[in-house]
């Protein structure tokens, strides 16, 4: 998935998706769910977006990301993941939240563009393409510093991270819509 089309898909069916796992989940699960959103941007705005990342450092992939998409927020899916929007990212990163740069276990120049409910950050590999799953470090300045615990390959590339979101999504509705039919006994 790299072309606008995918990433304009892919952000349709995710919102769809978000909408009827946000329907279902309170009859499931017996508590309201969180907000689950997924944003697409403006043609024109996200190449204004897409320029804003450049000057700070982001990698390839997600300026293309961001040209078409805006923020994933999924708080109920597992520990949850939310995606930053442009503005969420560059506040982050400029308040020192997000490491550019990983030593230790692991000495790679990334870009930090996700968190997920339990603390952990995703960054996206400039030299691999690699997506990690930073769970536990020492963040010194804009280095973060690992030791072999501390993160995992969360996924290949970039793509391949947004195909197992889509992934993970589906099966929650799927899973909701067993559950609802198994308790209207159909």
């Known amino acids: ?35 689950h959103t997924v944003c697409t941007v403006p043609a024109a705005g996200g190449a204004v977006s897409a320029a804003a990342l450049v000057c700070r450092g982001v990698a390839g992939p ?12 999924l708080p109920d899916l597992g520990t949850g993941i939310w995606v930053d929007d ?3 990212l560059t506040a982050q990163v400029e308040a020192g939240n997000y490491p550019n740069r990983l030593t230790g276990a692991v000495d790679d120049t990334v870009s930090v563009f996700a968190t997920d409910g339990g603390g952990g950050m995703y960054a996206l590999s400039h030299t691999t393409g690699y ?11 804009n280095c973060y510093d690992l030791d072999e615990t501390g993160y995992s390959t969360a996924a290949e590339d970039l793509w391949s991270f947004l195909d197992q979101l889509h992934a993970r999504l589906t099966a929650a509705v799927e899973a909701q819509r067993a559950v609802l039919r198994e308790e209207h006994g159909r």
């Open 131 to 141: 997506v990690y799953h930073l769970t536990a470090g020492a963040l010194t300045g």
């Open 62 to 73: 997600l300026l293309e990301y961001y040209s078409h998409l805006g923020s994933v927020e």
């Open 86 to 88: 442009v503005s969420s």
């Open 1 to 35: 998935m790299s072309s606008f089309m995918d990433l304009r898909d892919w952000g349709m069916e995710m919102a769809r998706l978000a909408e009827e796992f946000t329907v279902g989940f309170e009859a499931v699960h017996g508590y309201p769910s969180g907000a």
